[in-house]
């Protein structure tokens, strides 16, 4: 307001507190990436984390949700009862605030399609940054357990053929074999545990 009184105008992601950044990518049309501050500021609020997994759960791109089942089941995890014992107390004061104020934000960041007049929502491309903070990304077969089988099978292996002696080793015996092995797995886990903190 002081910008105007003064004779300058200001820009109104300024105003709004969005940096030029921001707004340089929504005018660029570049509006699969949301800044770390958007996602951070939508995380931080419960009824929008709890929107964001209830639209994962049962919504698409194609099928939206009804307001009325979005603001009854985050009523139902607020005060921890199942969603038919919801009263119209509890789900009123939910589907108020997110009429107002969730989903008019999260739509304007463009997590979100809402359609106000018929009370649905659906999820866009860019509600899927949201996954791997909340979860709710698809899980991955973990390598590690492969990697061990494979290297227990090929210590095995090599303990089995030198115990036939169709292989001769530097130094044999099973001294040297439990050495050996000692010392690989002593890497691997040191390997691993390298590779998870990273």
Same mark, same amino acid.
């Not at 089942?69 to 107390?89: F, G, M, R, S």
């Not at 969730?102 to 999820?123: C, E, F, K, N, W």
């Given at each position: 307001?002081?910008?105007?009184?003064?004779?300058?105008?200001?820009?109104?992601?300024?105003?709004?507190?969005?940096?030029?950044?921001?707004?340089?990518?929504?005018?660029?049309?570049?509006?699969?990436?949301?800044?770390?501050?958007?996602? !951070?500021?939508?995380? @931080?609020?419960?009824?929008?984390?709890?929107?964001?997994? #209830?639209? @994962?759960?049962?919504?698409?791109?194609?099928?939206?949700?009804?307001?009325?089942?979005?603001?009854?089941?985050?009523?139902?995890?607020?005060?921890?009862?199942?969603?038919?014992?919801?009263?119209?107390?509890?789900?009123?004061?939910? #589907? &108020?605030?997110? #009429?107002?104020?969730?989903?008019?934000?999260?739509?304007?960041?463009?997590?979100?399609?809402?359609?106000?007049?018929?009370? &649905?929502?659906?999820? &866009?491309?860019?509600?899927?940054?949201?996954?791997?903070?909340?979860? !709710?990304?698809?899980?991955?077969?973990?390598?590690?357990?492969?990697?061990?089988?494979?290297?227990?099978?090929?210590?095995?292996?090599?303990?089995?053929?030198?115990?036939?002696?169709?292989?001769?080793?530097?130094?044999?015996?099973?001294? !040297?074999?439990?050495?050996? @092995?000692?010392?690989?797995?002593? @890497?691997?886990?040191? !390997?691993?545990?390298?590779?998870?903190?990273?």
């Amino acid at each position: 307001m002081f910008n105007v009184l003064m004779g300058k105008r200001s820009s109104w992601g300024a105003e709004r507190g969005i940096s030029k950044t921001d707004q340089t990518e929504r005018e660029s049309g570049n509006d699969t990436q949301l800044s770390r501050d958007a996602v !951070f500021k939508t995380l @931080s609020n419960r009824r929008r984390r709890l929107t964001l997994q #209830y639209l @994962s759960e049962h919504g698409t791109t194609d099928a939206p949700v009804r307001l009325r089942d979005l603001a009854e089941w985050i009523a139902a995890a607020e005060n921890d009862v199942p969603v038919e014992a919801v009263t119209y107390k509890q789900r009123k004061r939910v #589907y &108020t605030s997110l #009429y107002q104020s969730h989903l008019p934000a999260l739509h304007r960041d463009g997590i979100v399609q809402y359609d106000r007049a018929r009370g &649905t929502i659906s999820m &866009t491309p860019v509600a899927s940054t949201f996954d791997t903070y909340l979860g !709710f990304a698809p899980q991955t077969t973990p390598v590690w357990p492969l990697y061990w089988l494979g290297l227990g099978v090929g210590l095995l292996l090599i303990a089995g053929l030198s115990w036939f002696d169709l292989v001769s080793l530097p130094i044999s015996g099973p001294f !040297f074999m439990l050495l050996v @092995s000692v010392v690989v797995f002593v @890497s691997a886990v040191l !390997f691993a545990h390298s590779k998870d903190r990273r």
